[in-house]
């Protein structure tokens, strides 16, 4: 959340650039009246919340009202700290601002969604919207983010900020989906080894993963091999390999990217 903020407030905000969400529509707020963007924020999403409460889970607005209020108070504390003291100079190189803005909110967002998390905004809308109309997620979000960027031709008169707007969204969704299927990535490993026992040991008891030993035949050798097969997430493969090669640094090891796994210890299936 304080990536986000600090992102929307530092970068985004010094620009008026206007982007999809109810940070697009507090960005408009604050560009034609001036009223705070952290407490529209939060108004704009507990409204959302009271009118769509009937189709949304319990869990759906407890976790989105802790994550919407922890936003508002850093927008609410850093949107003024950087109007009086700005860490860019606005209109100067306002592309690179756009960038900067949307991989900070992007991995922002991601880091919360990879946790479970929620920041609320028009997924709120949108779940009525699919509820009641039978409208599918994807075409309710663009339909919402095109119309709340598109409107702000109306107070700038510029199709400059529409594009930056749009230019916005698609970095920022990059990002974001870089981060929740990097921290999900999984990959497989196929070890051979004449020590596979030790290395099944090591992993399951430092690494805390299954180990599945299949009965194999080499067939150039004739001979019976055990086969180790290992999933784990991506960023434990250097530690498996480190406790492989402690063991045997001449085992036979295969490493594959897997697109999905579920069930115990990975995902669950929806």
């Not at 003291?85 to 919360?112: C, N, Q, R, S, W």
Request: aromatic share 12%; glycine share 10%.
């Amino acid at each position: 959340m304080l990536l986000y903020s600090f992102g929307y407030t530092a970068f985004i905000l010094p620009e008026q650039v206007v982007m999809g969400g109810v940070s697009g529509i507090s960005a408009l707020l604050f560009y034609a009246f001036g009223f705070p963007p952290g407490i529209s924020i939060w108004v704009l999403n507990v409204t959302m919340l009271i009118i769509a409460c009937k189709a949304l889970t319990k869990q759906f607005i407890i976790r989105t009202i802790i994550g919407v209020s922890i936003m508002s108070v850093f927008v609410g504390v850093l949107q003024p700290l950087f109007q009086a003291y700005p860490i860019i100079t606005a209109g100067e190189d306002k592309f690179m601002h756009v960038i900067l803005g949307g991989a900070m909110a992007g991995g922002g967002l991601g880091l919360v969604f990879s946790h479970n998390g929620s920041t609320g905004g028009t997924d709120i809308l949108i779940a009525l919207l699919n509820k009641y109309f039978s409208l599918s997620f994807g075409r309710a979000m663009q339909f919402i983010d095109i119309t709340i960027i598109s409107s702000s031709y109306l107070l700038f008169h510029s199709t400059e900020t529409i594009v930056y707007g749009i230019a916005f969204t698609l970095i920022a969704s990059y990002v974001c989906d870089y981060v929740v299927n990097g921290s999900r990535q999984t990959v497989q490993f196929i070890i051979i080894s004449k020590d596979y026992e030790k290395i099944a040991d090591q992993i399951n008891q430092s690494a805390h993963r299954g180990v599945t030993v299949v009965e194999g035949k080499g067939w150039y050798s004739k001979k019976e091999v055990d086969i180790l097969i290992v999933l784990a997430r991506k960023y434990e493969s250097q530690e498996i390999f480190h406790y492989i090669k402690n063991i045997d640094p001449h085992a036979m090891v295969s490493q594959t990217f897997c697109h999905g796994v579920f069930g115990e210890g990975f995902d669950k299936m929806k």
